[in-house]
């Protein structure tokens, strides 16, 4: 018998319907691990910042029950540096152990409460300015999808709400679990890079070839020394255009991506094989498994054996 962990999602005034729904329908496709129950401040229907309002079933009386609670996102005309008392009193609620989240906006919430002071977060890179001018304490990393840091997860803008609740189920169950809730909600199971890819810039011309064939054509070969100039010469590219492309695209260096997949792909094996890790190094394309040691620890901060052991547990 799993541990059914319960999940409060707090619906405040001015709430985005689609960031709303998101925890529901990710920890809800995770084979009864999660319980998810959303809340207002008073119990009340809560105005979304659409044409319409939502009716909750619980009060904020539910927030001292979560194991871990989540704030979507709310209009930022909605957002102010102080909290009212009703806020102030439903946030004091929640458990000192209980994780807290935020999807985009919802970090203001947080930093309001002085939750995120001398902590690093994120939000919506639109409204990174806005936020540093109001939260200086905050240490804001507006180029990443979301950023955890411990007992509080933050966000950036509408589908990384999908990213961090994926994150928490393959931090709390393992990525076999994390893929399959993707699949059965359709969306990637890991994207890469930050906000980088989607802060407005110029549109390449339609004529510009992209990079996405030369990383499926990588991803299937992690095992191979691949080099700069193979990733170009697959693209047709030269080396200085194929690492600006991809870099434009992707938010991160060749060299970083190849490196974040190949992590990726070894933690997948960690849980679900019982290879030895210097095979497991070579079956993803580092060197060695000291490479491996090294690469996994400065992703995650554990050693491999430890990695593996924490998820074979969990099965």
């Not at 540093?132 to 990384?160: K, N």
């Not at 870099?247 to 490196?259: A, F």
Request: with cysteine; glycine share 8%; hydrophobic share 45%.
């Amino acid at each position: 018998m799993h541990h059914v962990e319960r999940v409060v999602v707090l619906a405040l005034r001015g709430v985005y319907p689609f960031e709303l729904g998101i925890p529901s329908r990710i920890f809800g496709a995770a084979d009864g691990r999660y319980e998810v129950l959303t809340c207002s401040v008073d119990g009340r229907p809560v105005r979304t910042n659409a044409d319409f309002s939502v009716t909750v079933e619980h009060g904020p009386e539910v927030l001292a029950t979560a194991d871990t609670v989540v704030i979507p996102p709310i209009s930022p005309s909605d957002v102010t540096a102080r909290l009212s008392d009703e806020l102030t009193a439903a946030l004091a609620r929640i458990r000192p152990d209980a994780r807290i989240v935020s999807i985009c906006t919802g970090a203001f919430v947080l930093a309001a409460a002085g939750l995120l002071d001398g902590r690093r977060a994120t939000t919506h890179w639109q409204t990174a300015e806005h936020f540093r001018a109001m939260f200086p304490a905050v240490d804001l990393d507006p180029g990443v999808l979301f950023v955890d840091d411990g007992t509080i997860l933050t966000s950036a803008g509408a589908a990384s709400g999908v990213d961090v609740c994926l994150h928490l189920i393959r931090k709390d169950h393992g990525s076999a679990l994390a893929n399959t809730v993707a699949r059965r909600c359709v969306v990637p199971p890991w994207r890469d890079g930050g906000q980088a890819q989607y802060i407005e810039q110029p549109v390449p011309a339609p004529s510009a070839a992209g990079t996405a064939d030369t990383r499926q054509w990588a991803l299937e070969r992690l095992g191979d020394p691949l080099t700069l100039a193979d990733l170009a010469g697959h693209a047709r590219m030269s080396l200085r255009t194929f690492a600006r492309r991809f870099n434009d695209e992707v938010g991160v260096s060749p060299g970083r991506w190849l490196i974040q997949q190949r992590v990726a792909r070894a933690r997948h094996l960690l849980e679900s094989s019982d290879l030895p890790v210097d095979q497991i190094a070579g079956e993803v394309g580092f060197a060695t498994g000291a490479s491996l040691r090294q690469h996994l620890h400065a992703a995650i901060g554990v050693s491999p054996q430890a990695y593996r052991r924490t998820f074979q547990a969990m099965h």
